[in-house]
């Protein structure tokens, strides 16, 4: 009895030293597990914080305060009052005339191209917008806000240091000065940044905006619901109820699963090669975007359509069956109404990896120079990634924030984007 002890005691020692192991074993994978989750969420924050410290004050823009005299002499010498003669004059000479009021001290030709550099050169349009807008404006003065060059916008926002040497910074200390005497007397002031908004693309980092590229993504992806959506979920209901179970069906399933896991840009090339070369559309337009993205997005709906069929039990086919229905009556009326909330989140999550795609469109030509916004489908275009593409490869220090801005307006439509698929997957999904 003694030795039969002696081996039961031993055997629960090393029962219970296996358990201790094991337990062990489990807390450290859950400690590398958490582990693993805060670091990644750790670098998540860190890419947003570095986005939006650069980013948000894209959203702010300086503006300059001058005291504007429309003289009829400059803006209409023949006297006419015509929209087509007042659109001609010299609005140019306008704006000089009210910056050197701002310091009449200034008489060299050197210091007068410094005083004007402080203005943007979009500033005689928008004073002639105004007149165009009011021709009753023609020989009266009025204050007006302009946009603010630059160089201006990056001093007054401290992205470039005084204490730089006037070469290296682009503003010289005569310029620093004037800036300095605007901000005192309230004449320069960061306003909300309406033209970054409303305008497209530009040259001048001052006046570029995302209004082009987020038009141009919102035709692109409306193209792609259009045609991805449908055509997935016919194809994923046909595969799933319809089809029969055979080599071929076998094939097709394989190279859908396939076609999920292609990197994009190789949609980029066959949309390039079929739709551009030999059906002959136009380069850089949402039409071509869109039939390229739908080729991108149409395995992805389709697999989770058809998993949203699958999840559908089998007793709502059989009972409609059962009450007479026909098969196409049944996934018609009964199992495709059950299935759809599931299909409409494929769908939307679908259309948010096209909304952050460039490279297949930087194939088809969508990263062209577009100043105008689209108001067609086949009007010449951008989208948001190309647009922070384009952006992020200008040398302007003032492009550095405009393109961290974009991005914060394109994470701003896909956290919608899932968000809105989040909500209508608990809103109308159903526990079976």
Same mark, same amino acid.
Not at 132 to 140: E, I
Not at 147 to 171: C, M, N, T
Not at 226 to 244: C, H, R
Not at 358 to 377: C, E, K, Q, T, Y
């Given at each position: 009895?003694?030795?039969?002890?002696?081996?039961?005691?031993?055997?629960?020692?090393?029962?219970?030293?296996?358990?201790?192991?094991?337990?062990?074993?489990?807390?450290?994978?859950?400690?590398?597990?958490?582990?693993?989750?805060?670091?990644?969420?750790?670098?998540?924050?860190?890419?947003?914080?570095?986005?939006?410290?650069?980013?948000?004050?894209?959203?702010?823009?300086?503006?300059?305060?001058?005291?504007?005299?429309?003289?009829?002499?400059?803006?209409?010498?023949?006297?006419?009052?015509?929209?087509?003669?007042?659109?001609?004059?010299?609005?140019?000479?306008?704006?000089?005339?009210?910056?050197?009021?701002?310091?009449?001290?200034?008489?060299?030709?050197?210091?007068?191209?410094?005083?004007?550099?402080?203005?943007?050169?979009?500033?005689?349009?928008?004073?002639?917008?105004?007149?165009?807008?009011?021709?009753?404006?023609?020989?009266?003065?009025?204050?007006?806000?302009?946009?603010?060059?630059?160089?201006?916008?990056?001093?007054?926002?401290?992205?470039?240091?005084?204490?730089?040497?006037?070469?290296?910074?682009?503003?010289?200390?005569?310029?620093?000065?004037?800036?300095?005497?605007?901000?005192?007397?309230?004449?320069?002031?960061?306003?909300?940044?309406?033209?970054?908004?409303?305008?497209?693309?530009?040259?001048?980092?001052?006046?570029?905006?995302?209004?082009?590229?987020?038009?141009?993504?919102?035709?692109?992806?409306?193209?792609?619901?259009?045609?991805?959506?449908?055509?997935?979920?016919?194809?994923?209901?046909?595969?799933?109820?319809?089809?029969?179970?055979?080599?071929?069906?076998?094939?097709?399933?394989?190279?859908?699963?396939?076609?999920?896991?292609?990197?994009? $840009?190789?949609?980029? %090339?066959?949309? #390039?090669? @079929?739709?551009?070369?030999?059906?002959? /559309?136009? *380069? !850089?337009?949402?039409?071509?975007?869109?039939?390229?993205?739908?080729?991108?997005?149409?395995?992805?709906?389709?697999?989770?359509?058809?998993?949203?069929?699958?999840?559908?039990?089998?007793?709502?086919?059989?009972?409609?069956?059962?009450?007479?229905?026909?098969?196409?009556?049944?996934?018609?009326?009964?199992?495709?109404?059950?299935?759809?909330?599931?299909?409409?989140?494929?769908?939307?999550?679908?259309?948010?990896?096209?909304?952050?795609?460039?490279?297949?469109?930087?194939?088809?030509?969508?990263?062209?120079?577009?100043?105008?916004?689209?108001?067609?489908?086949?009007?010449?275009?951008?989208?948001?990634?190309?647009?922070?593409?384009?952006?992020?490869?200008?040398?302007?220090?003032?492009?550095?924030?405009?393109?961290?801005?974009? $991005?914060?307006?394109? %994470?701003?439509? #896909?956290? @919608?984007?899932?968000?809105?698929?989040? /909500?209508? *997957? !608990?809103?109308?999904?159903?526990?079976?």
């Amino acid at each position: 009895m003694s030795r039969s002890a002696s081996a039961d005691e031993q055997r629960r020692a090393r029962v219970a030293a296996s358990l201790k192991r094991r337990y062990g074993a489990e807390r450290r994978f859950r400690l590398y597990g958490q582990l693993a989750v805060l670091v990644g969420l750790g670098f998540v924050a860190l890419l947003f914080v570095s986005i939006f410290s650069k980013g948000y004050s894209a959203f702010e823009q300086t503006y300059v305060r001058v005291d504007v005299n429309y003289d009829p002499e400059v803006l209409d010498p023949a006297g006419t009052r015509k929209p087509e003669d007042l659109a001609d004059g010299d609005y140019g000479a306008i704006v000089k005339a009210a910056l050197r009021a701002t310091a009449p001290e200034v008489e060299s030709r050197a210091e007068l191209k410094q005083l004007y550099a402080l203005a943007s050169n979009s500033a005689p349009r928008a004073l002639q917008a105004r007149i165009a807008a009011d021709p009753t404006l023609l020989g009266r003065r009025e204050s007006v806000w302009v946009l603010a060059s630059d160089h201006v916008d990056q001093i007054v926002k401290g992205y470039i240091r005084r204490d730089e040497s006037e070469e290296s910074r682009g503003v010289t200390d005569l310029q620093i000065k004037w800036i300095d005497a605007l901000r005192a007397k309230g004449a320069l002031e960061r306003r909300f940044n309406r033209q970054f908004f409303s305008g497209g693309d530009s040259r001048e980092p001052e006046q570029a905006g995302v209004a082009g590229a987020v038009v141009g993504s919102f035709f692109t992806l409306l193209v792609t619901l259009l045609l991805s959506f449908p055509i997935g979920v016919a194809a994923a209901v046909y595969l799933e109820e319809f089809a029969p179970k055979n080599r071929y069906t076998d094939f097709i399933e394989v190279n859908i699963n396939n076609l999920a896991a292609v990197p994009s $840009i190789v949609f980029g %090339l066959l949309g #390039l090669a @079929v739709f551009v070369q030999f059906f002959g /559309l136009p *380069r !850089s337009v949402p039409l071509v975007g869109g039939l390229v993205l739908t080729l991108m997005t149409l395995p992805t709906i389709i697999i989770a359509s058809r998993a949203a069929l699958k999840a559908v039990p089998p007793s709502i086919r059989e009972a409609a069956l059962g009450m007479g229905a026909s098969r196409v009556q049944a996934i018609v009326h009964h199992v495709l109404p059950l299935a759809m909330p599931g299909m409409m989140t494929g769908g939307i999550l679908g259309m948010a990896r096209a909304l952050g795609e460039s490279a297949p469109l930087l194939l088809i030509g969508m990263v062209a120079f577009i100043v105008d916004v689209p108001r067609r489908l086949t009007d010449p275009s951008t989208v948001l990634p190309v647009q922070v593409y384009l952006w992020a490869r200008s040398s302007e220090r003032a492009f550095v924030e405009r393109t961290s801005g974009a $991005i914060i307006v394109l %994470l701003v439509f #896909l956290l @919608v984007m899932n968000g809105l698929a989040v /909500l209508l *997957r !608990s809103r109308f999904e159903r526990r079976w």
